[in-house]
C-alpha cells in the first residue's frame, strides 16, 4: 500500500517543538492502512485559532473557531508511480487542541490522533451528522464509533514526544 501525507504549519505561527512531519504523516499513512486504502493523498494544515475561524466562516458559514476541518477533494492525478486520489485537506488549529484535551480529560497527544483519524475519516466518505464525541458517551454514529475503535488501537502512538 502507498499513501502520500502532506503536513505544513501556517505562515507566521511558532511550530510547536513536538510537530514532527514523518511522525505526523506515518500516523496517517497507518490509519489508511487500517481503513485498506491505498493510492491516496491528504495534506494536513496546522493553524491557528484565526486561520481556522476564517476557513470556518468561509466554508460553514460559522464564525467561530473549531478545532479541525476537512475539505474533500476526491480528483485523480497520474505521475510516474501510478493513479492517485487527492482525498482533500484537514486544518488543525493548535490552539483548540489543548482546550479540546482539557475538556475530554485526555492528554495533547491523544486528542491530536482523534484530530488526525476524524479527519481522514472525512476526507473518505464517513459523516456524523449531527452527532458529536461527549466526555463519557459511547458514540452511536459509525464514523465516530469507528475513530473511537481506531484510536483504542493506537494508544502506544506518541506523536508529541522528541
Not at 17 to 38: C, H, M, P, Q, R
Not at 103 to 131: A, M, P, Q
Amino acid at each position: 500500500m502507498a499513501n502520500r501525507v502532506l503536513v505544513s504549519v501556517q505562515d507566521g505561527i511558532e511550530i510547536p517543538a513536538w510537530l514532527d512531519d514523518n511522525k505526523i504523516g506515518k500516523f496517517v499513512i497507518e490509519i489508511l492502512k487500517k481503513l485498506e486504502i491505498d493510492r491516496e493523498e491528504i495534506s494536513i494544515l496546522f493553524c491557528n485559532d484565526e486561520a481556522i475561524q476564517q476557513l470556518n466562516r468561509d466554508y460553514r458559514e460559522i464564525d467561530a473557531p473549531t478545532d479541525i476541518l476537512s475539505f474533500e477533494n476526491g480528483s485523480k492525478y497520474s505521475d510516474d508511480e501510478g493513479e492517485w486520489l487527492q482525498a482533500g485537506d484537514m486544518a488543525i488549529s493548535l490552539e483548540t487542541l489543548p482546550k479540546n484535551a482539557e475538556y475530554f480529560g485526555v492528554s495533547e497527544n491523544e486528542e491530536l490522533k482523534r484530530l488526525l483519524i476524524h479527519g481522514t475519516l472525512h476526507l473518505n466518505g464517513y459523516d456524523h451528522g449531527e452527532e458529536h464525541i461527549e466526555p463519557g458517551v459511547e458514540p452511536k454514529n459509525e464514523m465516530l464509533a469507528l475513530q473511537e475503535k481506531i484510536l483504542k488501537e493506537v494508544t502506544d502512538v506518541n506523536l508529541m514526544s522528541n
